[in-house]
């Protein structure tokens, strides 16, 4: 960071995320106006924001996000969401925690199989109307889907943006995130849904009448287009096929995202202006912004700075190195959405891993995922999936504001963080 270049990213950067935090403007005009100033000031260019894969917006979480969008809005049509709140909502004998407890674990599963951000575009509306049929106030459900989203997609290769990128890096495999993460997620969803019960206890108010109301209903009144419905579950199941055969047809998410939504909107009557009016085009935005400002900050050298000096720390002690990897990366990804954060940091792990060595070089790479994966729930920009469902909420007139979610965020992070450590030295120091 020896260029004035580096020094002025970072004031834009702290100066849109300072807006972003007090709102004192919108998130979505403060992310745009930093990334329109890091290309005034030079801090990067139209070629590395627009088109560089490591620098500038990925357009393949763009393009998830719409084709994903787009396939949920021609899915609320249908009466799908309807029929699934009504569901859930019997299924738990209309009793709020034992609602949110389905949904965390619902979102936690399906993460893992998905991936969080396609899963939270499902899982959302569903809550939403759940919450207007029990008068309850829905940004707790939807601050704890979140947090189940991001704690469900550290489970598997697919299930977080971030893991495919550390998977690409590593040579690992499916089964690999599997065999080493998945047993961690397990036990991170039942510490949340502990968590939960506490953190949102004062949410659980239960309305005899409004849950006597729901438990008269008959949810399969709720669809009011069949035809419409087999469509659309018909391409959602090609859509999950292409998300989880992507090691064998190796097919980025994006397109076969839009491969779904191109197929749906062709064979279904649905309009094409309908199909698209229910895009999230403030989050899109948002997320371009945000892309363009993590990318100067590559650009001009400030995260690898960091990333290089915390690399130094270590000392080349195996144990240091995770434990110091997992602690940064946590804190980093609260700060600077998780993906770009990944793609800088993975060279860096490699060094590492080759520095330390076998037995424990692939250790490394879990607490980076664990560090990045999990520390995206700290903040509201920490990862893909909070973006979207501050969007879809603000959306339906329920905002969630930065520190709404930050002050429930930073206790669920600090303890999976935790036990996060101790997992990895147990497992991989301790007991090895």
């Known amino acids: 960071m020896n260029n004035w270049h580096a020094w002025a990213a970072l004031a834009v950067f702290a100066a849109a995320y300072v807006l972003i935090v007090t709102e004192w403007v919108h998130r979505v ?17 139209d070629h590395a924001a627009f088109f560089s894969t490591d620098t500038g917006i990925d357009w393949n979480v763009i393009f998830l996000l719409l084709g994903m969008m787009t396939i949920v809005g021609v899915l609320r049509r249908t009466g799908v969401f309807e029929y699934l709140a ?3 909502v019997k299924r738990a004998r209309a009793k709020p925690f034992r609602v949110m407890a389905m949904l965390i674990v619902i979102t936690a ?20 109307l759940v919450c207007d049929r029990l008068a309850l106030k829905a940004a707790p459900f939807l601050i704890a889907e979140v947090f189940a989203s991001n704690i469900g ?3 598997t290769l697919v299930g977080d943006p971030p893991n495919i990128i550390i998977a690409s890096r590593a040579g690992l495999a499916f089964n690999d995130f599997l065999i080493h993460l998945a047993p961690l997620a397990i036990v991170l969803t039942g510490v949340l849904l502990l968590m939960c019960r506490v953190m949102f206890r004062r949410s659980f108010v239960f309305d005899a009448d409004r849950a006597a109301e729901v438990m008269a209903l008959d949810e399969r009144e709720a669809i009011h287009d069949p035809r419409l419905l087999a469509q659309g579950l018909a391409v959602l199941a090609l859509v999950v096929a292409g998300f989880v055969l992507h090691p064998v047809v190796h097919y980025a998410p994006s397109v076969v995202a839009l491969l779904g939504a191109g197929l749906l909107v062709a064979v279904s009557k649905v309009e094409v202006k309908d199909a698209l009016a229910d895009v999230e085009w403030p989050t899109l935005a948002f997320f371009a912004g945000l892309f363009v400002m993590v990318g100067a900050l590559i650009e001009t ?3 690898a700075t960091v990333s ?3 690399a130094d720390a270590t000392g080349g002690n195996a144990l240091a190195a995770t434990m110091t990897l997992l602690g940064a990366s946590a804190v980093l990804s609260a700060i600077v959405d998780n993906i770009p954060y990944v793609a800088t940091m993975a060279p860096i792990t490699a060094d590492l891993v080759h520095t330390v060595g076998e037995p424990h070089g692939q250790i490394l790479w879990w607490a980076l995922a664990l560090g990045a ?7 509201a920009i920490g990862a893909s999936a909070n973006v979207v469902v501050l969007g879809i909420a603000e959306r339906n007139r329920q905002p969630i504001s930065f520190w709404t979610f930050t002050r429930y965020g930073i206790p669920v992070t600090a303890a999976t963080i935790a036990i996060s450590a101790l997992y990895l030295w147990l497992r991989y120091y301790a007991l090895a």
């Open 301 to 303: 050298g400030v995260i």
């Open 308 to 310: 290089e000096t915390l």
């Open 373 to 379: 994966d999990l520390g995206g729930n700290a903040t």
């Open 86 to 88: 009504i569901w859930s």
């Open 29 to 45: 005009a403060a992310a745009l106006g930093g990334a329109a100033l890091m290309l005034a000031i030079r801090a990067t260019d």
């Open 153 to 155: 997609g550290t489970a």
């Open 109 to 128: 599963v399906a993460s893992a199989l998905l991936d969080n951000v396609t899963t939270v575009l499902l899982v959302a509306p569903v809550t939403l």
